[in-house]
């Protein structure tokens, strides 16, 4: 049973390019939600997608945008990169309808921008 | 006000001690939820244990058990008998109300817990 992966693993970016990130669930799994984990931070809501809809979003700009597929798999996408993006991006996984159930976390991808 | 405050930045415990962590929270709402998470140097976030804010009996996972203290606003994670696998980042989350998922979750700052031989 897959668990939740994420590709790149790491990935450099030079400040205003563009960068994507993928994500596929665990297996069972509709819900994807993302995370930024700034280093020496806890991790940050970015936003959440079902049912190939954005239905949460945290405090990030429209710079952070997504998709989900009908797979249930996901993209991140930043746009117009910033030093401060620099993190490690971490895709959740989730079933709707169990709140109670814990997220499931891929290996995340560490970007880092120049 | 924070609504996650994990107070030590880093611990330290001896092999097959046992070991608190705090984490106290602040929400206005009735239903919730508290999890703790273990982050390996690896990155991964993996799930320890989860305590409902209606659940009467504190939470326990083999090893790891949630001291839940509902009018303190507490919810410390207790590791029994330390291993050397335990050294990791730890981090206290909380859902907030009832989303059908428990995708949004609010995280403290981590504490890192060193277990020493």
């Known amino acids: 049973d897959a668990g939740v992966t994420q590709s790149p693993t790491h990935l450099i970016k030079t400040r205003g390019q563009q960068v994507t990130l993928r994500c596929s669930p665990k297996?069972?799994?509709?819900?994807v939600s993302w995370y930024q984990q700034a280093l020496g931070q806890g991790p940050q809501f970015i936003f959440q997608?079902?049912?190939?809809?954005?239905?949460q979003r945290g405090n990030f700009p429209d710079r952070f945008s997504g998709h989900q597929f009908p797979n249930y798999s996901s993209e991140l996408n930043v746009n117009a990169l910033l030093l401060g993006d620099s993190a490690l991006y971490l895709c959740a996984s989730s079933r709707r309808g169990s709140s109670n159930s814990p997220l499931h976390f891929g290996n995340g991808t560490r970007l880092t921008v120049t | 006000a924070q609504k996650i405050t994990q107070t030590q930045p880093g611990m330290f415990v001896q092999e097959k001690e046992a070991v608190t962590l705090d984490c106290t929270y602040d929400t206005s709402d009735q239903s919730y939820g508290l999890f703790w998470y273990k982050q390996p140097s690896s990155g991964e976030m993996i799930f320890l244990i989860y305590q409902g804010s209606y659940d009467e009996q504190n939470a326990t996972e083999g090893r790891y058990s949630l001291n839940f203290q509902k009018a303190r606003k507490s919810a410390n994670l207790v590791i029994s008998a330390s291993q050397l696998g335990d050294s990791a980042m730890y981090f206290c989350?909380?859902?907030?109300?009832?989303?059908?998922?428990?995708?949004?979750?609010?995280f403290g700052t981590g504490t890192r817990l060193q277990v020493t031989l």
């Open positions: 997608y079902y049912e190939e809809e954005e239905r």
């Open positions: 297996s069972g799994h509709d819900t």
């Open positions: 989350a909380m859902r907030e109300g009832w989303a059908g998922t428990a995708s949004k979750l609010t």
